[in-house]
Every structure is written in C-alpha cells, then in structure tokens.
T-cell receptor
C-alpha cells in the first residue's frame, strides 16, 4: 500500500471554478502535511502547510486536514489558467517527507 | 533573500563517470534533503543531513551514491560510476528544523547519462 495516495488526474475545471484536490496517507503518526505545486520542468513550490485538524486558508487556497480519516485536501477558489500544474501532497513519515505521485490540474480558459 | 541554490543546473556524464551535485541551503536553514525525480515519476526521498551529520539515508541506493554536508561549503551528492538509470532530476530542499517543518526546494540538477 502506497504511503501517500493521490488521484493522478488530469482534473479539468473551467476558469473561475473551485478545484478540489485530495490526498490520503497511511501513517497515523504523521504530524505535518504540505501541498506543493510543480510546473512542468520546474521544481516543487510550497503553497500550503497544515499541522492540525480543520481548515487553513491562504488567499485562494484552503487546506483541509482530517487526521481521523487520514485525509488532506486542497481547494483552489477562482481557478486560473496559471494554476494549471501538478499538485503534490507531502506528509512527514519519520524523518523524511513522503510525496504522493501528484494530481495534474488543468484549468480551461 | 537567496533561495536554495543548486549547481550545476544541467549535467551530462558518460556511463562510468562520476557526478557531483552541489546544494547551498537557504540562509538560516541548517537541514538539507536530497530527492530524486525520475521521468514521469514522483519525488523520492534520498537522504537528510545536517552540518557534518547524516541523519537519515534510508532512501539512498546502497552502492555508488553518497552525500555529505561539511562544516563549510555546500552539501554534495556524489554518484560514482553513473549508469543510464541514474538519469533524473535531483532536487535539494532545506528547512530550519526537521522534516516536520516546511521544506523549500532548489531549482534542481538535471542529470543525463549518455
């Protein structure tokens, strides 16, 4: 069983819509959760971190964490074509970060 | 503020040569991580270092790969006797504290083995 799972997509949404990205993890001891955005051929860029249950909002981004269900999500409001990228969920497993394989988001103009 | 710096950005090596990849962490960061991303695959953890200490190398291949983070200078990921399967993007990340804290990535080194 993969430690961090994401739907590979592509997830296609129209411009201005809400994009919802999901992630599940297997290690109940994980305490830190991150979302990274990676454009093709570029390095991952940290966009959100969340450490406790509930919601955390930053601009158009909202991260949601439910430790009981071992579930993390990222909502992107008012999606823009520039949001088209691969979104990586990362979870600390012991001393390292374990990444999901990423969800490719396409925002259609 | 300078971000994480990596060099070279692109590296071409023939099979059997050595590859040396360098990483300087962000200012104020003392923890360095190396990840590898194979074509069309996800990021895989390789090694976690602090100055003069390897904290976790559970993701490093057993042979040909080594890493260091000396007291002075950048962290080095060294690959001896490269093979075609080593062709990948190698990313370095740094953080202020351990893996439970935010990690910021450098631009990566794209290694091509011919």
């Amino acid at each position: 069983q993969k430690e961090v799972e994401q739907n590979s997509g592509p997830l296609s949404v129209p411009e201005g819509a809400i994009a919802s990205l999901n992630c599940t993890y297997s290690d109940r001891g994980s305490q830190s959760f991150f979302w990274y955005r990676q454009y093709s051929g570029k390095s991952p860029e940290l966009i959100m971190s969340i450490y406790s249950n509930g919601d955390k909002e930053d601009g158009r981004f909202t991260a949601q964490l439910n430790k009981a269900s071992q579930y993390v999500s990222l909502l992107i409001r008012d999606s823009q074509p520039s949001d088209s990228a691969t979104y990586l969920c990362a979870v600390n497993v012991g001393r390292a970060l374990t990444f999901g394989s990423g969800t490719r988001l396409q925002v259609q103009p | 503020n300078a971000g994480v710096m990596q060099n070279p950005r692109h590296l071409v090596r023939r099979r059997g040569q050595e590859a040396r990849l360098r990483c300087s962490p962000m200012k104020g960061h003392s923890h360095v991580y190396w990840y590898r991303q194979l074509p069309e695959e996800g990021l895989k953890f390789m090694v976690y270092l602090q100055k003069e200490n390897i904290i976790d190398e559970s993701g490093m291949p057993k042979e040909r790969f080594s890493a260091e983070f000396p007291k002075e200078g950048p962290s080095i990921l060294r690959i001896q006797q490269v093979v075609r399967g080593d062709s990948a993007a190698y990313f370095c990340a740094s953080s202020k504290r351990g893996a439970d804290y935010e990690q910021y990535f450098g631009p990566g080194t794209r290694l091509t083995v011919t």
